[in-house]
């Protein structure tokens, strides 16, 4: 396994990746018009590369025999410190592995790097978002200090989805 950072010649791959993962764990609980939407939205090339070559977010890839596997991404600024009391918190905003490459420590190196990058950064909180019925990235979130801050929801095409909002205080 390889972990480095995105760079413009990602984009194609990484919003493939993105948009697979994003289908494999969540595709069946939409309508087809509604994921199509989202998908032509968050995870077209075009939106990953502005991202890539922004100052907004910074993107963690992870690679196993020359494909794209897994990936983390933290925002900042967070489009949720209205929620928070934190002077400067940062966003996790996608934590994601292709089926087959979870359960084998990549998403805990990926949270470890999150972390170390939010202190570095002098952040003094991590926000994240997980759907309400996504039990075992909770889990997941909560055996790494994360807890529930707030009831959300997440905008899928016109589909409206129950999310909770998680904090880890650093």
Same mark, same amino acid.
């Given at each position: ?42 995870? +077209?090339? *075009?939106?990953?590369? $502005?991202?890539?070559? @922004? ?6 890839? #992870?690679?196993? =025999? ?11 600024p967070t489009k949720f410190g209205a929620y928070t009391d934190a002077r400067d918190p940062i966003e996790?905003?996608?934590l994601y592995a292709l089926p087959g490459h979870t359960g084998r420590g990549i998403g805990a190196q990926?949270? +470890?790097? *999150?972390?170390?990058? $939010?202190?570095?950064? @002098? ?6 978002? #997980?759907?309400? =019925? ?37």
């Amino acid at each position: 396994m390889i972990f480095r950072p995105a760079t413009p010649a990602d984009a194609p791959a990484l919003a493939k990746l993105g948009a697979d993962t994003f289908v494999a764990a969540f595709g069946h609980l939409y309508r087809p018009q509604d994921l199509a939407a989202f998908l032509a939205e968050v995870h +077209d090339e *075009a939106a990953v590369a $502005a991202e890539i070559a @922004g100052n907004e977010c910074t993107h963690r890839l #992870v690679e196993h =025999e020359s494909a794209l596997v897994a990936f983390c991404k933290l925002r900042h600024p967070t489009k949720f410190g209205a929620y928070t009391d934190a002077r400067d918190p940062i966003e996790l905003g996608q934590l994601y592995a292709l089926p087959g490459h979870t359960g084998r420590g990549i998403g805990a190196q990926l949270m +470890d790097w *999150a972390l170390e990058v $939010a202190r570095a950064g @002098g952040h003094d909180a991590v926000l994240l978002s #997980v759907y309400a =019925e996504n039990f075992g990235a909770q889990r997941f979130y909560q055996r790494h200090g994360f807890g529930k801050i707030a009831d959300i929801t997440f905008k899928v095409g016109d589909h409206l989805d129950p999310e909770y909002l998680y904090e880890l205080k650093l």
